[in-house]
C-alpha cells in the first residue's frame, strides 16, 4: 500500500514498521489483556521516499520523537483498536512529513529607516513633550 502525502510524496508501507503494545486509557478490562496501542517506527534517515532537503526539515520537526539512528517513533493510543490507532499514528505522521514538505520562508532583509522618517519621529516626540510640559503646574515667576 502506498500512502500519498501532498505535495507530491508517497511512501511505501514497507517503510513503515508497526508493534502493537499494552496501553492506558479507554478500553474498560480490555486494556488489561490486549494490545491496541500502536507504536510506529519511520526511519527518516534513511528513506528512499523523502528528498534530502525534506528529511532534514523533518529530522528537526520530529523533536523528541526522533532517535539518535535517526528514526521517528510515534505513540498512537487515543483509540480501543488497533486499526484506529495504526490509522492515527499514519495520519500524525502524514502531517509531520507534510509540513517538512514546505520550503521555509526566505529570510528577513534588515531595513533601516530613512532620514525623513527618523526627523519626523523626533519632531513628534518633540511637539508631544511640548504638550506634556504645559501641564505642569504653573512656576513661581507667574
Do not use: H, W, Y
Not at 513628534?124 to 504638550?131: C, Q
Amino acid at each position: 500500500m502506498i500512502i500519498e502525502i501532498p505535495p507530491n510524496i508517497e511512501l511505501d508501507d514497507s517503510e513503515l514498521e508497526f508493534s502493537f503494545i499494552r496501553a492506558s486509557g479507554p478500553g474498560g478490562q480490555n486494556v488489561n489483556k490486549v494490545a491496541t496501542a500502536v507504536q510506529m517506527r519511520f526511519d527518516a534517515r534513511l528513506s528512499p521516499s523523502l528528498p534530502n532537503d525534506v528529511s532534514v526539515r523533518l529530522q528537526k520537526l520530529a523533536g523528541s520523537r526522533l532517535t539518535l539512528d535517526g528514526v521517528i517513533v510515534i505513540t498512537a493510543n487515543s483509540f480501543r483498536t488497533q486499526e484506529r490507532n495504526k490509522g492515527d499514528a499514519i495520519k500524525r505522521l502524514s502531517e509531520l512529513i507534510a509540513k517538512a514538505a514546505e520550503p521555509p520562508p526566505p529570510p528577513r532583509k534588515k531595513t533601516k529607516p530613512s532620514k525623513a522618517a527618523k526627523a519626523k519621529r523626533v519632531d513628534s516626540k518633540v511637539r508631544r513633550g511640548a504638550i506634556k510640559a504645559g501641564r505642569g503646574r504653573p512656576g513661581t515667576g507667574d
